[in-house]
């Protein structure tokens, strides 16, 4: 199908990743947003423990919500999602997140690196 042409889903048939996806706020929330609705299948990882431990809180939404958020007003088509939690200062969590996703999805195609660790150092200025 061209490109102009309505329904076009250039990412179909495409697995990503979106690690750091823990707020419906954040950035990558908006980034497996735009790869769902380009038709790809994502994989959205998070760490809601450490969330749970920053000022900012934890955004509650539990994952059925959150998964319905993001594909909330995407076209026919749009991808299919999953969710993992996983912390990636153990050494094994990223070979993990993406045995994951290439089990659920099939191999990934795309990584979107999204993910930090904020600390109380990181807020003094």
């Known amino acids: ?21 823990s707020r419906r706020i954040g950035i990558g929330f908006a980034i497996a947003r735009r790869l769902l609705g380009e038709g790809a299948d994502v994989l959205i990882q998070g760490w809601p423990q450490h969330d749970r431990e920053q000022p900012w ?17 995407l076209p026919a088509g749009a991808g299919r999602i999953e969710w993992l939690a996983a912390d990636f200062a153990e050494a094994t969590a990223a070979a993990a997140v993406i045995q994951a996703a ?18 109380a150092q990181d807020l003094v200025h």
């Open 57 to 73: 809180g934890l955004d509650e939404a539990d994952w059925a919500r959150l998964a319905a958020e993001l594909r909330e007003g």
């Open 102 to 119: 290439a089990e659920r999805l099939g191999r990934p195609d795309i990584l979107i690196a999204n993910h930090a660790r904020s600390s």
């Open 1 to 21: 199908m061209p490109a102009e042409s309505p329904g076009y889903l250039p990412l179909a048939g495409r697995v990503a990743v979106v690690t750091g996806v």
